[in-house]
């Protein structure tokens, strides 16, 4: 009488073969290979997102940057003002102020370059001013999303047309059209700007045309952009100071002022020539 053998894994394989099933242990296998192949394309998708992200952000601070560069390579050079620096009007003034990011100073200056726009009208000069301040200094109606917690700091960038105005002969500009004014926000971080002294081989940090009599020689202008919380914390672990390494760092010959030594009197323009007439005296006379 012959005998078969018997194997137990061959019965347990035709069995489950029968039944079609599987085991806890290789449920728990592909498992765990799903779980590592949707990490790996989890970890993939956001390396690009991460990466599209970062491309974004450097693209739109190099357009800032850009803009920047151009806007003040126009402005500065041509800055305009009268030949004694007695009218209110032609007032270079810059002047210093901080935030809680860093420098945020100001100036405003008149320029012999025409207006922007389509409205304008050729041969008008105008004055642009530089201000700093977050969505709600500056107004937040133009800022989409605009939320009054909103820190970041924007470079307000205002034209408007020159407008004369006489006190002694009471005459008085009425307001600039709206048409004509353009007004321009950048994101930044910090705004810092230098006035130099010839006549003393200094660099200050704020100038009045109407107190000095002249025109600084030159403007030196320092931008930071906006940077992270990431950022910032990367460039403090290198030693950098965002203030002393901004990303934008310009500086201007100002040829209304350069090489002047002292205030020049215009009599063509000089205040006292309005008095006398005012009083009914001789002008120039003393």
């Known amino acids: 009488m012959q005998h078969r053998m018997k194997f137990p894994g061959l019965t347990t394989l035709h069995r489950r073969q ?25 970890a993939s998708f956001a390396s690009v997102t991460d990466s599209m992200i970062l491309a974004q952000d450097s693209a739109e601070r190099l357009r ?18 009268d030949s004694a620096c007695i009218r209110p009007e032609y007032q270079f003034l810059g002047e210093e102020d901080s935030s809680q990011l860093g420098p945020a100073d100001y100036v405003r200056f008149c320029t012999s370059l025409p207006l922007s726009g389509p409205y304008a009208l050729p041969g008008m000069r105008k004055v642009v ?12 109606d133009w800022l989409p999303g605009y939320d009054e917690g909103d820190s970041q700091l924007y470079l307000r960038i205002y034209e408007e047309p020159l407008i004369i105005t006489t006190e002694q002969l009471d005459l008085t500009g009425a307001e ?25 081989d200094t660099w200050y940090e704020e100038w009045d045309s109407l107190e000095e009599g002249r025109l600084p020689w030159a403007v030196r202008i320092q ?50 020539h309005f008095l006398d007439m005012e009083n009914g005296g001789t002008p120039g006379a003393s």
Request: glycine share 10%; net charge negative.
């Open 18 to 42: 029968q039944q079609g099933g599987f085991t806890m242990l290789e449920l728990m296998v592909a498992i765990s290979i799903l779980v590592i192949m949707v990490g790996i394309i989890y």
């Open 64 to 81: 800032y940057k850009q803009y920047l560069q151009e806007h003040f390579s126009q402005h500065f050079p041509a800055v305009y003002t």
């Open 129 to 140: 001013h530089y201000t700093v301040g977050d969505a709600g200094e500056l107004g937040g």
């Open 176 to 200: 600039a059209p709206e048409s004509l004014i353009v007004e321009r926000f950048i994101p930044i971080h910090t705004f810092k700007l230098s006035y130099y002294d010839g006549l003393d």
């Open 223 to 272: 931008v930071g952009l906006p940077r992270t919380e990431a950022q910032l914390n990367a460039d403090w672990q290198r030693g950098l100071n965002p203030v002393d390494h901004p990303d934008l760092d310009m500086t201007f010959m100002l040829p209304g002022g350069a090489g002047i030594v002292g205030p020049f009197e215009d009599m063509n323009h000089h205040i006292d």
